[in-house]
């Protein structure tokens, strides 16, 4: 069992920035974490996964070259720095566990599959 608890939301302008944060119960070093996002009335999307041992990192097309996941294995948190903020950035941002096969090809867009999830963290860009 890993409970995950994110943090870091809020309200910013267009062009700001945000660092979102997800603290997990348990070592996180062997498992693929995923950030995913959903907006009102549009369903759950991946945004980026890592995989920190095995050296991968994806993102999703809308946010590559503005966001960066990163994770701490020591202190078992995952981040994800948001640059370049815009308006269709607003959602409810969620990171999950799973396991470490996800982090390959498009797996880790696969929701279905994260065994366990945060309760997510309000993000709202204002144009």
């Known amino acids: 069992q890993v409970q995950l608890v994110e943090s870091g939301g809020g309200s910013v302008q267009a062009g700001g920035s945000l660092r979102l944060s997800c603290a997990a119960s348990?070592?996180?070093?062997?498992?693929?974490m995923g950030w995913f996002r959903q907006a009102p009335g549009l369903e759950r999307e991946g945004v980026a996964a890592?995989?920190?041992?095995?050296?991968?990192?994806v993102y999703a097309d809308s946010v590559k070259d503005r966001f960066t996941v990163s994770q701490d294995n020591v202190d078992n948190t995952l981040y994800l720095q948001m640059n370049r903020l815009r308006p269709e950035d607003t959602a409810l941002y969620y990171c999950a566990a799973g396991s470490w096969a996800l982090c390959s090809g498009s797996s880790w867009r696969r929701i279905d599959a994260f065994a366990f999830w945060g309760q997510g963290t309000q993000v709202t860009v204002s144009s």
């Open positions: 890592i995989y920190l041992t095995g050296g991968f990192a």
């Open positions: 348990a070592s996180i070093s062997s498992r693929c």
